[in-house]
C-alpha cells in the first residue's frame, strides 16, 4: 500500500535514506535527521511530502517531492526528490504506482511538470524513467556550500 509518511514512520525512514544512499554511492546524514523531517513533513503546509510503501507492517519504499516554480515560465512544478524501492520490491510495478501518486499529486497543485534527477550510474532507474516516457535533458548538478568562498 502506499500512503502519505506519518510520524511512526520515521525511524523506518531512516534505514531506507540510508539503503538508498548506500545504492547512489553518496553519504547519508543520521544525526537530528528525525527532527529536521518532523518540521519539514508535518508543518502546514508540508514543506516536502512523502509516500512510502508498506507491506506487511513494514517500509519497503519511499518517494519524496517538494514544489517549486520555473522562472522562465512562471509556472509550478514537483521536484522528485527520491524513489525507493527496496530491490525485491523491484519489477512489480510499484515505481509506477509512486509515478502516478506524483502525477495526482502534481496536479492536485496545477503544477504543469515533473522533475527529477538520477546518478548516471543507476541504469535500472534509468531504463524506468525511460519506460515511463520521461524524457532526459542533459544538465550538470552542482552543490556550493553555503559557507563556501564563491571566489
Known amino acids: ?3 502519505p509518511i506519518t510520524p511512526q514512520d520515521l525511524d523506518s525512514l531512516l534505514i531506507l535514506c540510508s539503503e538508498h544512499a548506500d545504492y547512489e554511492q553518496l553519504a547519508f546524514q543520521v544525526a537530528d535527521q528525525k527532527s529536521r523531517w518532523q518540521a519539514l513533513f508535518f508543518s502546514d503546509p508540508s514543506r516536502i511530502h512523502v509516500w512510502v510503501y508498506e507491506h506487511d507492517g513494514d517500509l519497503q519504499g519511499y518517494m519524496s517531492v517538494t514544489l517549486d516554480y520555473a522562472t522562465w515560465s512562471g509556472r509550478c512544478f514537483a521536484y522528485m526528490d527520491c524513489l525507493y524501492l527496496r530491490p525485491t ?15 495526482a499529486f502534481a496536479a492536485s497543485a496545477d503544477c504543469d511538470e515533473i522533475q527529477w534527477h538520477t546518478p548516471t550510474h543507476n ?14 535533458k542533459t544538465k550538470l548538478r ?10
Open 89 to 103: 520490491y523491484r519489477g512489480l510495478g510499484l515505481g509506477r504506482q509512486f509515478i502516478s501518486t506524483l502525477q
Open 1 to 3: 500500500m502506499i500512503r
Open 123 to 136: 541504469q535500472l532507474g534509468i531504463d524506468f524513467y525511460r519506460h515511463i516516457g520521461a524524457v532526459e
Open 142 to 151: 552542482y552543490f556550493l556550500s553555503v559557507a563556501g568562498d564563491p571566489s
